[in-house]
């Protein structure tokens, strides 16, 4: 009987990593090494092998994501094809699946995973971590979940996974609701589905320039001046309250075209839409045409992004983010 096939498409990361000469580990391992270093793999799949990058995920930016969307799309061209793997530098692995997610329509699975400890530790977390995305990815039973993060034996949806720790294997959590499975020997488990998901919004071409300014008791207004002035085309705060000269700042900054949108600077939760109306309250801030993100600070910037270089109207904006929350 025949196995699933599934594409493993290489980024690089701690995953790849390799001794130099120099004494220093970097991405090197192509992806025939990483698949031979889980034989079982062929129990699960047939894979086909792409070799695309060999960079740390600190040098992958949204271009990159750009591409690696187009790559994804270009193997599913193949009917035959059950998922897609792809292996990522844990860095920016959350803001790369959630790119995808935000990009790809596919109800075929795409699988990112990465590793915490490389190759030339003892016990690196890569292999296992390899041969559960593929389990996954080849899993019928994944189908239609988005873009899902597989770590440490667990399977999240790249909406609500995080990065909590810079070596722990367990680093990847769903803080609010928790990982959708597992995966259990031979056996991949869901225990969830995502709520709903949002149509995919694919750019051409990346364009869009979005800052992300942090809000802090009595903050400077340099990096939000700065990044008005410098000619940002989207911002993103991380504040469910603001100062008034902050207020002021957004303000004008939607007057010159810019797209403002708030982010709950907490790990979990919702901003608070009702409560506070006082000038810099959230229900100030939303009479005022700011839109509120449904995630993480880090994950709206990633999207803003994404819709700003499709050309999306601000109102459009508004509806694609506060969809995440109603």
């Known amino acids: 009987m025949s196995k699933p096939r599934v594409r493993v498409i290489t980024t690089g990361g701690t995953i790849a990593g390799r001794r130099q000469p120099s004494g220093a580990v970097a991405p090197a391992l192509g ?36 591409n690696l969307a187009h790559r994804v799309t270009d193997a599913f061209a193949d009917p035959e094809l059950a998922g897609v793997v792809i292996t990522h530098g844990t860095a920016t692995l959350e803001q790369t699946a959630y790119f995808l997610d935000v990009t790809l329509g596919q109800e075929r699975p795409v699988v990112v995973t990465g590793a915490l400890r490389d190759p030339t530790l003892p016990s690196d977390d890569g292999p296992a971590n390899l041969l559960h995305a593929i389990q996954v990815a080849a899993c019928d039973r ?38 959708l499975g597992a ?19 694919m750019p051409a071409v990346i364009r869009a320039r979005v800052e992300r300014i942090p809000f802090a008791a009595d903050p400077s207004d340099t990096l939000l001046r700065a990044a008005i002035e410098g000619g940002a085309d989207g911002l993103v705060l991380e504040s469910g309250r603001m100062s008034p000269r902050y207020v002021e700042l957004l303000t004008d900054a939607m007057a010159r075209g810019i797209t403002v949108v708030i982010a709950n600077p907490y790990p979990t939760g919702r901003l608070q ?5 006082h000038e810099g309250g959230e229900s100030h801030l939303l009479s005022l045409g700011m ?32 969809a995440e929350w109603q």
């Open 31 to 66: 992806p025939r090494e990483l698949l031979d270093r889980i034989p079982a793999v062929r129990h699960y799949a047939e894979c086909m092998l792409d070799g695309w990058l060999e960079l740390p995920s600190t040098a992958i930016g949204f271009r990159h994501m750009l």
């Open 142 to 179: 994944s189908r239609g979940l988005g873009v899902l993060v597989v770590m440490n034996g667990t399977i999240h949806c790249a909406r609500d996974v995080t990065k909590t720790s810079p070596a722990n294997p367990a680093a990847f959590q769903s803080p609010e609701f928790g990982p």
């Open 183 to 201: 995966v259990d020997e031979d056996y991949v488990f869901f225990a969830r589905r995502p709520f709903r998901r949002l149509p995919a919004v």
């Open 273 to 277: 839409r009702n409560t506070y109306r």
């Open 291 to 322: 839109i509120f993100a449904g995630t993480s600070g880090l994950k709206a910037r990633v999207k803003l992004v994404a819709l700003l270089s499709a050309g999306l109207s601000r109102e459009e904006i508004r509806k694609q983010f506060h």
